[in-house]
């Protein structure tokens, strides 16, 4: 509504010393001009808030303040354009106008952002004597609403992503179940048909086809930050060096590979193959960003990272929770870069901006899952036209950490004739490794639950090893096998499954006291496994 504001005689053109008092105690700034432009008055916090003082904007317009005036989305307000203007113009107010202040040459450099509202004051006759302009500043208030709807936005897309690696997870776990038959029976079959039989190419294909697919799926599984590492200490600089002649010839001779690497690099703590289809993926995004050619750089330095920082990405970070030192890997190009649009969902699962036919959109998902899982931090820098540089942050190795130990290089025996609890939901699953385990002597008894499985443990003591599936209905595998531990502290675990999930990992499900058998397997490696850990169980009683 239009507050028309009439002034006596008596006060006419000007104010009341005890009013102008109350006024410089109000925490928003008060202007008042004249009918003919110019500041007649000027409270203390407005002086504050503009960064001029009271006496240098008395007798002044408004328009010849040291200050550029810009609107709510940034851009500079015409002349004549402020409120007050408007009032002088209209004879109406105007209300809750958001502008930005930039003081000239104010020392700070910082934009103010003020709301204003202008009233009209008319006299008794109807003409205008005074506008008077109060302003508060919400420049605080704008920035906290700023780094909200920032976070917001963060954790939407951390929900978005942890959405589509649950259900990726989800179904790279039910589809490993079907790639074991697959592969499992099809190996099989290959075993008992002669080499030239034209049926066997025809099973081998199966196969091959088969085990293409297993790569889909723990791409799906890296994403997903569900797939089971094998981590080792390692310096990236021998990683990164092993790699370059592949790289040289993945990006091709018009794109220069430039190398920059920390002497003193601290180790961390990966699993070797992951963090080269990682560094692979990177590159091979680099080059696609380059088709006329470019340069592609790889740098490895040691970093710390505060806690402004830990604070300010946390919130969207998963991988990294605590300030420190940390070994930063950056792959830089001078491609055609991004937009905001395309860096908000890079990390997307099927997300590409390639043309058909040139990419799956897993590339970066992949190399995302696998550097959080990691424990580390992935960000992408670009701007169109200016190039792309991905970061990736992992923690330093804990001294305490074991390096990888070469397997022993003993052939497995032939089989043995112990007794072993089968368990397993997936029927097909249960069947190719009764099958495998029986052909090699062993005492197999199935069972498609944990319920089922205690039951028949019960029945049937003596039983030398548990082989259980990770993910089961009703009881997990890990509380069968605490269960079956507590009826015998000398049967041994060995867990099988499509994936296992962090929380898992963390509590310790895979740890050098229980085996771990990853989906899908054969029916040779199953049998292998399973004697070498029984093969351990036998060495563990011989030498107590």
Same mark, same amino acid.
């Given at each position: ?163 589509? %690696?649950?259900? =990726?997870? $989800? #179904? ?6 079907? @790639?074991? +038959?697959?592969?499992?029976? *099809? ?126 990405? %946390?919130?969207? =970070?998963? $991988? #990294? ?6 070994? @930063?890997? +950056?792959?830089?190009?001078? *491609? ?209």
């Amino acid at each position: 509504m239009a507050h028309r504001v009439r002034t006596s005689k008596k006060s006419r053109g000007t104010l009341e010393d005890e009013t102008w008092a109350l006024l410089n105690t109000v925490s928003c700034g008060v202007l008042v001009r004249s009918a003919d432009g110019l500041i007649s008055h000027a409270n203390s916090s407005a002086a504050e808030i503009l960064g001029i003082p009271a006496s240098d904007l008395l007798g002044r317009r408004v328009g010849e303040l040291p200050i550029r005036v810009s609107r709510e989305d940034g851009t500079q307000l015409p002349p004549g354009g402020s409120p007050s203007h408007q009032v002088a113009r209209t004879g109406a107010p105007v209300q809750k106008f958001t502008l930005g202040l930039d003081r000239i040459g104010r020392a700070d450099g910082e934009r103010r952002w003020v709301q204003v509202d202008s009233v009209p004051v008319f006299d008794e006759q109807g003409s205008l004597v005074h506008i008077v302009t109060t302003f508060a500043d919400v420049t605080e208030g704008r920035r906290v609403q700023a780094e909200l709807l920032a976070s917001e936005a963060r954790f939407r897309q951390a929900q978005k992503m942890e959405a589509v %690696g649950l259900l =990726a997870g $989800g #179904i790279a776990h039910d589809f490993n179940n079907l @790639l074991t +038959a697959i592969i499992g029976f *099809g190996d099989i079959v290959s075993t008992q048909i002669p080499e030239d039989d034209p049926i066997h190419s025809h099973v081998q294909e199966i196969v091959s086809a088969g085990e293409r697919a297993v790569d889909l799926t723990r791409q799906l599984l890296a994403f997903s930050r569900r797939h089971v590492l094998q981590p080792t200490v390692l310096d990236l600089r021998t990683v990164v060096s092993e790699m370059s002649k592949l790289l040289r010839r993945v990006i091709g001779e018009d794109i220069r590979l430039q190398m920059v690497t920390d002497q003193q690099l601290g180790h961390v703590y990966l699993d070797r193959n992951q963090f080269a289809q990682v560094l692979m993926n990177l590159a091979v995004n680099a080059r696609d960003a380059m088709p006329s050619g470019g340069q592609l750089t790889i740098e490895t330095r040691n970093v710390e990272l505060d806690e402004a920082y830990v604070q300010e990405h %946390g919130a969207r =970070a998963f $991988g #990294i929770k605590d300030p420190g030192q940390y070994v @930063l890997l +950056a792959v830089s190009d001078s *491609g055609h870069g991004m937009d905001r649009e395309t860096q908000a969902r890079i990390f997307e699962s099927f997300f590409t901006t390639k043309g058909p036919s040139k990419g799956t959109g897993l590339g970066l998902s992949t190399a995302y899952g696998i550097v959080k899982q990691s424990g580390g931090d992935i960000w992408v820098y670009s701007e169109p036209g200016k190039g792309t540089t991905f970061k990736i942050y992992l923690p330093l190795a804990n001294p305490a950490q074991p390096i990888s130990k070469e397997a022993a290089q003993r052939p497995p025996p032939v089989g043995g004739s112990e007794s072993v609890l089968l368990v397993d939901d997936e029927p097909a699953v249960r069947l190719l490794a009764r099958n495998a385990l029986e052909a090699k002597g062993y005492d197999v008894t199935e069972a498609a639950t944990g319920e089922e499985a205690i039951k028949l443990y019960r029945e049937k003591p003596g039983v030398r090893l548990l082989v259980t599936d990770v993910v089961l209905p009703g009881m997990s595998g890990r509380e069968l096998a605490d269960q079956v531990l507590e009826l015998c502290l000398g049967t041994r675990v060995l867990f099988v499954s499509g994936y296992t999930d962090e929380v898992s990992l963390r509590h310790g499900l895979v740890t050098d006291e229980h085996a771990y058998l990853q989906k899908p397997f054969t029916s040779t490696s199953l049998a292998r496994k399973v004697r070498e850990v029984l093969d351990d169980a036998s060495d563990e009683a011989l030498a107590s």
